[in-house]
């Protein structure tokens, strides 16, 4: 991740200001070079396209589960071309400053970050057939599947960029618009999800400056907006990544502050990781235990049966911190593992001490 972030030195300071209900004024002001409308001005207008959880065993990472994300079924790409032209023409037919304006460009970027999705995917299994043709010498093949592999991420960027451009003028444009606050989300997000999957490290580096910045913008605006949760979640990840383990703890207790929201178990999971980097043992344990018991308590959720699951694998590293050997197997049945198993992985752990 870049070493530059939108944040003021004093994380605290933005914490306590961005407090949900609020209504002071949520942050300082921020940098000119950081400002929404730079984001916004930097943002290039993207070319036409012609007619998208890995457990860990590392004490330490809390890099077993990831957040949720909308699950949608991907569609054939002609049918979200065709829907696109659709919402085009629709919008062709509105008159000057059309309320209905802000929906239909909101669902135009929806397709066109659907359509980039449709090719991400592709593109995924396309590389997957140049590592398996790699690996068994099938030279003739290999140059064209690497170019098809190449062009199909070029025409996911391609669409994923039409995306960020619509969202960014409606960042720029509809800032009074009861629906700012989830225009601001989504524009960072897909910032966010360019930088992550960019391979050079300068654009990665700026685009999630960029994003950050969006983010911040929406917690200055909206300190109550229900997508606050999921901004301070994205500073929470770039503190922990960055090994600033305090800073991303008060991020990630911002996040598990608005406990109806999607993110709220992922980032006590996390919490529990900050805890326990920081030797805070006892406090690790009990936001362990806190994930185990969040997870049973919502099911239908996406993520409760892998973060459950990791918590109780977890579990086991802040125990032998702080447990004792004779109340272990007592311990574990609490918590619902398999007592037999963690025992063991908890000799194991005394062992390698």
Not at 67 to 82: C, E, I, K, M, Y
Not at 105 to 131: F, I, N, S, T, Y
Not at 310 to 317: P, R
Request: aromatic share 8%.
């Amino acid at each position: 991740m870049p070493p530059d972030f939108c944040l003021p030195p004093d994380a605290s300071e933005l914490i306590a200001a961005c407090a949900p209900g609020d209504d002071r004024n949520p942050a300082p002001a921020m940098p000119p070079a950081c400002a929404i409308s730079d984001v916004v001005s930097s943002i290039p207008e993207p070319s036409r396209p012609e007619d998208g959880t890995v457990e860990s065993e590392r004490p330490g990472t809390g890099e077993g589960v990831l957040p949720a994300v909308p699950d949608t079924a991907a569609r054939a790409l002609d049918v979200v071309r065709a829907d696109i032209r659709r919402v085009e023409t629709a919008m062709g037919r509105l008159g000057e400053n059309d309320p209905s304006e802000l929906d239909g460009k909101l669902e135009l970027a929806g397709l066109h970050q659907e359509a980039a999705d449709v090719l991400r995917q592709q593109w995924m299994e396309a590389d997957v057939a140049v590592m398996d043709a790699e690996d068994a010498g099938e030279s003739e093949r290999l140059t064209e599947l690497i170019e098809r592999r190449d062009d199909l991420r070029a025409q996911a960027n391609e669409w994923a960029g039409k995306a960020i451009a619509v969202l960014a003028e409606l960042a720029q444009n509809w800032e009074g618009s009861p629906r700012y606050d989830e225009v601001l989300y989504l524009l960072a997000y897909a910032l966010e999800e360019r930088s992550r999957e960019s391979e050079d490290f300068e654009q990665r580096a700026d685009l999630g400056l960029q994003a950050r910045t969006v983010y911040r913008e929406l917690l200055q605006s909206r300190a109550d907006s229900v997508f606050a949760p999921n901004a301070y979640l994205a500073f929470a990840e770039y503190a922990f990544e960055e090994g600033d383990i305090a800073q991303a703890l008060e991020f990630y207790e911002r996040v598990v502050a608005f406990p109806d929201s999607d993110v709220a178990g992922y980032a006590l999971y996390k919490k529990a990781w900050c805890l326990y980097n920081l030797q805070e043992f006892e406090r690790a344990l009990e936001a362990f235990q806190g994930v185990i018991e969040w997870a049973a308590a919502h099911p239908d959720h996406p993520n409760a049966e892998p973060l459950g699951r990791e918590a109780t694998n977890d579990v086991v590293h802040a125990y032998a911190q702080v447990g004792r050997p004779d109340t272990a197997w007592r311990f574990f049945e609490r918590v619902g593992g398999e007592p037999a198993a963690m025992v063991e992985r908890l000799a194991g752990l005394y062992e390698s001490d």
